[in-house]
């Protein structure tokens, strides 16, 4: 079983920008894939970032130009730079491992609040 913990959210005002983390209990490299999701109060959770083990990146057309996803496998750690955060960002972010390219099933972490006051 591999436990997936983030970090990094918190209060921020529009404009600003946030680096939230993902480390992984078990081998970066040897999971894949890894995204990043967020689910708003009211919301269904909804996919914003992607990157495959080669470093291949896909985002969400809302955060394009805005947040970007990296990873170091040495470190066993995914990361997400936002910037130019907006009110509509507000959301629980969750980081999870991507058992297929549509990033629909793997493991889940438990979430990090990040809240952007206007």
């Known amino acids: 079983q591999v436990q997936l913990m983030e970090s990094g959210g918190g209060l921020v005002q529009a404009g600003g920008s946030l680096q939230l983390s993902c480390a992984s209990s078990?081998?970066?490299?040897?999971?894949?894939?890894m995204g990043w999701h967020r689910q708003a109060p009211g919301k269904q959770r909804e996919l914003v970032a992607t990157?495959?083990?080669?470093?291949?990146?896909k985002l969400a057309d809302s955060v394009k130009g805005r947040f970007t996803i990296s990873r170091d496998n040495a470190k066993n750690t995914v990361y997400m730079q936002m910037t130019d955060l907006k009110p509509e960002d507000t959301a629980v972010y969750y980081c999870r491992s991507c058992s297929n390219a549509e990033c629909s099933s793997g493991y889940w972490g438990m979430g990090t609040q990040v809240t952007v006051s206007s």
């Open positions: 990157i495959t083990r080669g470093g291949t990146i």
């Open positions: 078990g081998n970066l490299f040897i999971l894949g894939a």
